[in-house]
């Protein structure tokens, strides 16, 4: 008889484990299914804690008449304020079996009452490294369960934990996988069309240039002013199509620098010279000169980076601070270039992704890729790009680099 009594319990755990790794909803609504008609149950619940509401949610039922009446009484959601078995069982992780459900003073009106509750069995159920829900079988005839059953839905509920981790393990990484096709197809997608504006660009510069030249000759300041104007718009776009051109290098691993002695103080102060207009100055702080050996086009494109980033967030007439300092690093000597706004700061939410790729704020109006190239530049160099922001100081880009000397 022993034999006999395990032998459909042993098939009907291995018909769970065999259960397909689709959606949860389904997968544990068979589970508990395969549970009911194993056990003879009038109904069986896979609870789950639903935390944004503090609430055990019915995720799986069986497909009987009890389980229907529940969910039309709405006794499939159980918020955890309001007690009762399936919450204790949760809460203190302890199973829990009765065949006198209605003389229980603990338990719920509606689970006696209206849904006609009489036999029940709960057990935790453990989900990866944590107790995540319970596992719930009733019935409408006392005494119904037997210890021995309680102890096989103990085993039960492992085996459900498993299927469900399964599941939801499979769900993220599909996500994960949509995510990354779309990302790798945007990605291609805007490296094609930078390489086609970038073919635009240098007869366009040509033109612009022409009617510069022109108006100098001329002498018309006002066609000069316009195309003064249209050169520096020319060179935002030309540094953003680079910019886009260089992220592609950097996945594909064909980003390289080309270090020389150079001098960075002239560098930066020259750049905070290009970047001030009356109504947002940029203002350098910092030694007359300072040699190390570095890629002066990539450092130029981390700063313009930092630098309109920090225009872009200033109040109307303040001021946007560059220092460069010396500073030794662990590694040995080293220079520090500080680019700082008095801006309304950063979201303490954007922080930990500020520096991936097309992320923006709100009301950014930019693709999200100036951070990541800085970063990225800051880190190829040997160095790093770090930030510091508060709603009262604005926000402090900090760029370490090491001093190369030739």
Known sequence: MQVGWEEPRLRALEQLLALPAAELRPTL???SQLISELLNADKVDVFLIEHSSQTLVAVGTSQTPMGHLQKALGLDRMPLANGGRAVQVYETEAPFISGRVEEDPEELPGIKHRLGVRSALMVPLPIGDETRGVLAVSSARNDFFTDKDLRFLQAVARWVGMVAHRVELVQELTKLAVKQARRKAAEELITVLAHDMANHLLPLQARIQLIQRRATRKQEPEDLRDAMGAAASLRSLTRLINDLLDVGRLE?????LRPQPMDLSGLVRELATTASTPAHPVRFTGPEEFVTVADPDRVRQLLENLVANALKHSP???????TLEARDRPE????????????????????????ERFMRGPGSTGLGIGLYLARR????????LEVASTSSAGTRFELSLPVVTG
């Open 29 to 31: 609504d068979t589970a």
């Open 252 to 256: 594909q691993g064909l980003f390289s």
């Open 332 to 355: 040995g000597p080293g220079v520090c270039v500080t680019v700082s706004d008095q801006g309304p700061g950063i979201p303490s939410e954007l922080m930990p992704t500020l520096f």
């Open 377 to 384: 530049i800051a880190e190829a160099h040997g160095g790093a």
């Open 316 to 322: 109307p007439g303040q001021p946007v601070d560059v």
